[in-house]
């Protein structure tokens, strides 16, 4: 076994290496796709699109690898509904790192855009921009393969929907969306697809919540571990309904999807809160201090007609995100790093059993 130091030091390495190896294949796949005359930064027919697709593609395939080289064998000695769900989750994240990249590049294209107007990239500098791009979301999508903690997750949760928030009220067709609420952004495609790739990692921060609760409370906690990860599931399933569902499409579906995300979500704080060891105070008041705000929050939106729906949305994803991040923090806290296969074919059986 290697000395945490030189562990430390070998795992950057790779990822330094990782890094230029994703900039060569994003310069390589750049000259293929942009191929021809020069191109704007951003809009139809720019630079920015193949890039963002790039940059997602070589992503994906730098945590797959990362992953396949580090964590290679973690899932041998756990039962089969132990290992699938682990291996759903890394699913589910490789699909979270690939729609960041794509986002983002495509954000930053329309920014650069705005700041460099009229300019024409040809095929070798936009095959240069993509490969910068593809070596830094390579990069991080590597270090994430290497030991992805609850705490990255959650970060990257709340990254994901700035950024493709962002971007959808950059190209928003209606610039005074924000006098209404945030749904009125799900004209377009990128705010919907936003939503459904949030709801896919709620659910697998949801999924890495309850592999943390086990490695803390083990088998006999099962039940209580299952309920906490079907909440969190309910919750990414609800949230992805909004994007499924545009307002401007079907309003009945779309806000039963975002009034069922904010109750369930109101719902798998207190039960986390109960089942969490302790609880620890911390957790406890920023649990009850949030169920307050949002109810605060909502009367000021109903009936009293303070602010708009948009306000409502924003504070909403704030409480929620400061709630968050006191449980995954609290977590890293107190749970071990180890993994913990469980000796129970079944967590439901088991946990009828203990």
Do not use: K
Not at 130 to 140: D, E, P, R, V
Not at 273 to 286: D, K, S
């Amino acid at each position: 076994m290697q000395p945490p130091v030189e562990a430390d030091a070998l795992r950057e390495s790779r990822a330094i290496a990782a890094a230029w190896a994703c900039f060569a294949a994003g310069i390589a796949l750049g000259l293929i796709a942009l191929a021809g005359p020069p191109r704007p930064i951003a809009g139809e027919g720019s630079v920015a699109l193949p890039a963002a697709g790039i940059a997602a593609l070589v992503a994906a395939t730098a945590f797959v690898v990362s992953s396949a080289m580090h964590r290679r064998g973690e899932t041998s000695p756990m039962p089969r509904w132990q290992a699938v769900i682990a291996r759903i989750s890394t699913i589910a994240i490789t699909i979270a790192f690939a729609a960041v990249a794509y986002l983002a590049v495509l954000t930053a294209g329309e920014i650069l855009a705005l700041g460099l107007q009229g300019l024409q990239a040809p095929a070798v500098g936009g095959a240069l921009l993509t490969g910068a791009a593809s070596a830094a979301a390579g990069w991080l999508a590597f270090q994430a393969g290497v030991e992805l903690r609850t705490t990255d997750l959650a970060t990257l949760l709340f990254a994901f929907l700035t950024i493709g928030t962002v971007f959808a009220m950059i190209t928003a067709a209606d610039p005074r969306w924000w006098e209404r609420h945030f749904s009125d952004l799900g004209t377009g495609w990128a705010f919907n697809l936003t939503l459904i790739v949030a709801g896919l990692l709620v659910a697998t921060i949801g999924a890495y919540i309850g592999r943390d609760l086990h490695r803390r409370l083990g088998d006999p906690a099962l039940r209580r571990i299952a309920l906490v990860v079907a909440l969190f599931a309910l919750t990414g399933a609800a949230l992805a309904g909004v994007g499924i569902f545009p307002v401007h499409r079907g309003q009945l579906l779309h806000d039963i999807a975002a009034f069922g995300t904010l109750g369930l979500f109101g719902v798998t704080m207190v039960v986390v809160t109960i089942v969490m060891p302790g609880p620890p105070r911390a957790l406890l008041l920023t649990t009850v201090a949030a169920g307050v705000a949002l109810v605060v929050a909502v009367l000021l939106w109903r009936p009293l007609e303070v602010y708009s729906a948009t306000a409502l949305e924003a504070i909403a994803v704030g409480i929620l995100f400061v709630w968050l991040t006191t449980l995954v923090r609290t977590l890293a806290a107190l749970v071990p790093q180890e993994s913990r296969p469980s000796a129970s074919p079944s967590p439901l059986r088991a946990a009828a059993a203990t």
